[in-house]
């Protein structure tokens, strides 16, 4: 780590600089040697940081959500090109080209930190070995090196030795525990953080092997956190715990206020504006409204939860519009009230087994249910000429039997069975 770190020595004099200046805000009301001013220096380097990188995070979301739509369309291209690795790549460049998607843009925000971690490692290692590096002179490192958080040294370590830690001014058990519990929460907070992107963020529409994908990152990276956490001085955890807690807040907000279409938060979302529809009477906020406009503009592109929204909309009597507002609807208003069902209904076409059975056995298509305009026609044109037959009374039917044909037969003579059905 310290090698990867020395890679990043270029950065360590911004890093020191920034640092510093927040230490001097936060000294002037803690005092200079306590943990909370240095602590609270490296979370404002956190937060300074994190807004830079919101531009960044913008087109993770934006590569995600793209490379969640092209998965059919790319698992299409591997199994036609299979046996063709090089026109295998030349079709996906081609589809990440038509469709504007840039795979890396999802590791952005994390590529663009890693100089800054490294280099706060680097100032951290070289305050715990007593080194002066960047704008810290020796006063301030030895205010950094009395400084502890819960009784650990900003710069002791999980695995350090007792004598080491000893030096710092602290006990061995004291650390071991603050960093114990820091790492778990840093895990726990990476494990949450990609939970609620995969339960709630995800269109569930589309089974890919990119979900199986994420969703076994889920569990990989709170364990790698873990693993490397134990190497981590405490500056360290506190910078990464903070950065952590900032992505889990900046991916609630995102999933509340801009989901994925076709996700569990879209279901959620668009039921929240629906009934400030029906409390107001109008779609309030800006993003709310383009967040319809949209959904107007796909036509019958829609997902069903789009529609579903359109249709409780409807049953309001309003419509939306192409702005993003909503507007009195007389259609809606007709077919919310159920002015649709006064309409003459059609009868639904029969198939040829049940059409077939009608016209042979009247009687018994009525006894399953079968009541409709082919099947009574067909009673009325057999009964209607019965008065008009000759009278067959006296004469032997087909059958040796003068009673009468059951309910559901034809009357009058019979074609004799087959010898294999008697």
Known sequence: MDTIASLFSFITTPVSWVIVQFHKLYGALFGDDTGWAWGLSIVSLVVLIRICLIPLFVKQIKSTRNMQVLQPKMK????????????????????????????????????????????????LSSIASGKTIGVIDQPLLDSARQAHIFGAPLAAKFMDSEEKVAALGASLTDVRVVTAIMIVMMSASQFFTQRQLMTKNVDLTVKTPYMQQQKMLMYIFPVIFAVMGINFPVGVLVYWLTTNVWTMGQQMYVINQNPTPGSKAQDQYLGRVLKSV???????GRTRRNTVKRIVAKGPDRNDIERKFITGLAKLGLAAQEDGTVAKSEAAVVEAEGGAAHKRQQPKRQTKAKRQTAATHPGAAKDSGSAGPEAKTSLEKRDAPQDDQPSTAGKPTASGSSRQAKSGQRKGPQRPKHPSKK
């Open 76 to 123: 299409a291209i591997q199994e036609r090109y299979k046996n063709d690795k090089q026109r295998q790549s030349e079709e996906m460049m081609k589809l990440y080209k038509e469709t504007g998607t840039n795979p890396l843009s999802s590791c952005l925000p994390i590529l663009a930190q890693s100089p800054f971690f490294f280099a706060l490692y680097h100032v």
């Open 278 to 284: 029906t409390s107001h009477g109008q779609v309030r």
